[in-house]
């Protein structure tokens, strides 16, 4: 069992940065992929990052190549999700999520537990 909380969403201007953090609580949290989604209005769902578990390996949607970052820490249990050159389109609810397995996947459905979100709203 992991149960999720994400943090440092806000309120930032186009072309600004933010970082967001999931802290994770559950011992076995250093053998789950994890990854970050996040979901505007009247949208899906969309994959945005995703780390295998020793960090070796990260994916990333076109969209936000080159300018996220994600990052993991196992022993502070937490996965960091660095955002520049933020973009209007930008915009949305962010989710925090782990798949129990080794191999990371782009689709939402395949993911075992979720935190509750943080709103990131980037204005033109």
């Known amino acids: 069992q992991v149960q999720l909380v994400e943090s440092g969403g806000g309120l930032v201007q186009a072309g600004g940065s933010l970082r967001l953090s999931c802290a994770a609580s559950g011992r076995t949290f250093s053998s789950y992929v994890m990854g970050w989604f996040r979901q505007a209005p009247g949208k899906e769902r969309e994959f945005v990052a995703a780390i295998t578990w020793s960090g070796g390996n990260t994916y990333y949607a076109a969209s936000v190549k080159g300018r996220f970052t994600i990052s993991r820490d196992n022993a502070k249990n937490t996965v960091y999700l660095q955002m520049n050159s933020l973009k209007p389109e930008d915009t949305a609810v962010y989710y925090c999520?782990?798949?129990?397995?080794?191999?990371?996947?782009?689709?939402?459905?395949?993911?075992?537990?979720w935190g509750q979100g943080t709103q990131v709203t980037v204005s033109s």
């Open positions: 999520a782990a798949r129990a397995a080794a191999f990371y996947s782009s689709d939402y459905k395949n993911y075992d537990y």
